[in-house]
């Protein structure tokens, strides 16, 4: 919210605090390697895994190890809080998991476009977006009823990352936000989505 950011590290157990301008405000050393992280909506509790099946939390403002949030069927890969506390987590498996705020597994969700890797929360609060891992496959998917709301394919290249336009982020501010118009605008034009097509590591707030 201030404008800073949290860096993770595929290579090593650590976390970087940045500000706007990329200095460095903070490090932490964690207890894995920090592939894949997201900040909650208390601006202090961080989520990260090293792409293994369990992940873990640390406290940023105290500098202290939180421990085990869960452990699953993975390589776990990318994550998002809900602004309810509730964790999305795509899977090596196949399957996106959905935990609720205490660690403990609610739901799962069946892709079928095999290994998923990019998870973002849509702005309408109710679905989210995966991507198969290195494959073409789009799906948008509703988190009450797991239902494939829209499944495309990039006809092109490997995906592994998507960006969502007006995504919410619990721990960025965007808890609980409305999207500006020409946001809406953009999303009943069917832009809404951007394919990456580098895989990427590490970022939030």
Do not use: C
Not at 180 to 186: D, M, Q, R, V
């Amino acid at each position: 919210m201030a404008g800073n950011a949290y860096i993770g590290y595929a290579g090593g157990p650590q976390v970087r605090k940045v500000d706007s301008t990329g200095a460095q405000l903070a490090s932490y050393t964690v207890n894995q390697n920090t592939d894949w992280i997201d900040l909650a909506a208390d601006q202090k509790t961080l989520l990260y895994s090293a792409e293994s099946s369990t992940m873990q939390l640390w406290d940023v403002a105290t500098n202290t190890d939180l421990g085990v949030f869960a452990t699953g069927t993975g390589p776990f890969f990318a994550k998002r809080y809900r602004p309810n506390g509730e964790v999305l987590v795509a899977s090596g498996s196949g399957q996106v998991y959905r935990y609720d705020a205490g660690g403990t597994l609610i739901q799962t969700y069946n892709s079928g476009i095999g290994s998923v890797f990019a998870l973002n929360l849509d702005p309408d609060g109710t679905s989210f977006w995966t991507g198969a891992t290195g494959g073409q496959m789009v799906e948008k998917i509703d988190i009450a009823s797991g239902t494939v709301l829209k499944s495309w394919s990039t006809g092109t290249g490997q995906l592994f990352g998507l960006a969502v336009l007006g995504e919410i982020q619990a721990g960025g501010g965007g808890a609980g936000n409305t999207p500006e118009p020409s946001t809406y605008a953009l999303i009943a034009g069917g832009l809404l989505v951007g394919v990456g097509l580098r895989r990427r590591h590490g970022t939030q707030r």
